[in-house]
């Protein structure tokens, strides 16, 4: 059923998405081929750059390499690294704002310096560079209106919060803790380590519970954008967008569960959600202030 892989498109490309991420890289293959290939060009960058902060050690000086880089090509030198290379054009070609990547680099530098966050305010920057911009790069790579680029951010933010959730045991691993600590101490949670929340169950669920609620405010609020996308971009974007959906169910019934396994869909779960997505919306999404939001209850029940 997935469309094969595009003879033209660069292995390194391809092979670098794949294996960032199984819901955006199964979810991205139903774009058109246009559409795909540049969505591939832009979550290859992406990945690199984040891979090279997540390394263990930090490959610090390859991040800086990598920045540099793409900064000299965006000068209009070609660096023979078809990630950055084919990026740029991209960028050129759709018109990006250049803040756009200096802001998602910059959030990766965070990454080598900074291990955590007391506020939801002191984390919205980091959320903004890491998560926000990548719904502005998707925009113009669809061509969308500017009235949708205010909900492609707060999907990306959505989705970037379920991460940080489903990821809890992965980013302590690396010295992180991405949720807000001031919010962890308000649960009566001295962190989020597992024996801490084996130990506080009923204070762990409560937490993960209300940060649940706050990736729910933020996936609704994206949800309203729909109505600026075609059926055919919207089926990939809204299959990815459910199944980070599933992710929180399972989180949400099971919140330890993020210690013992990364939690993610299968992929004849995003073959099938894709079907039914596809026989489900019509030419148009219809307006969301005509179907029911997300609830807490509801992902709890498997909306």
């Known amino acids: 059923m997935f469309p094969k892989e595009d003879p033209k ?42 891979d090279l902060v997540d390394q263990v050690p930090q490959n610090e000086d390859g991040f800086y390499s990598f920045r540099d880089m793409y900064r000299s090509a965006l000068k209009g030198d070609l660096t023979g690294d078809v990630v950055i290379d084919s990026f ?9 704002e250049p803040q756009w990547a200096e802001s998602f680099l910059n959030s990766m530098e965070m990454d080598l310096h900074k291990n955590e966050y007391a506020t939801l305010k002191e984390l919205k920057p980091y959320l903004y560079g890491s998560a926000e ?41 690396l010295g992180r803790t991405y949720l807000p600590t001031e919010e962890i101490k308000d649960f009566s949670l001295n962190s989020l380590e597992r024996n801490e929340a084996t130990l506080k169950a009923n ?20 949800e309203e954008g ?13 299959t990815a967008s459910d199944m980070y959906a599933f992710t929180a169910k399972v989180i949400t019934s099971t919140p330890l569960i993020v210690y013992s396994k990364k939690v993610k869909p299968s992929i004849p779960r995003i073959i099938i959600h894709f079907a039914w997505n596809r026989l489900s919306i019509k030419d148009r999404y ?3 202030t005509h179907l029911p939001p997300i609830t807490l209850a509801g992902i709890s029940q498997g909306v």
Request: hydrophobic share 40%.
């Open 9 to 50: 498109m660069e292995k390194k490309i391809y092979n670098t998405f794949k294996r960032g991420s199984r819901t955006y890289f199964y979810s991205t293959l139903f774009f058109p081929p246009s559409i795909r290939e540049d969505v591939f060009k832009l979550y290859s960058f992406v990945r690199v750059a984040d």
């Open 88 to 96: 740029v054009e991209l960028s050129k070609r759709k018109r990006f």
């Open 133 to 173: 911009v990548i719904g502005l790069f998707m925009s113009r790579i669809m061509d969308l209106p500017t009235a949708a680029y205010k909900y492609a951010m707060s999907l990306g933010r959505a989705m970037q919060y379920i991460n940080f959730i489903r990821d809890i045991n992965e980013d302590l691993k």
């Open 203 to 222: 204070e762990f669920q409560r937490f993960i519970s209300f940060q649940i609620e706050r990736y729910i405010k933020w996936q609704n609020e994206a």
């Open 226 to 238: 729909f109505v600026y996308m075609p059926k055919k971009y919207l089926l990939p974007i809204k």
């Open 286 to 288: 219809v307006s969301s």
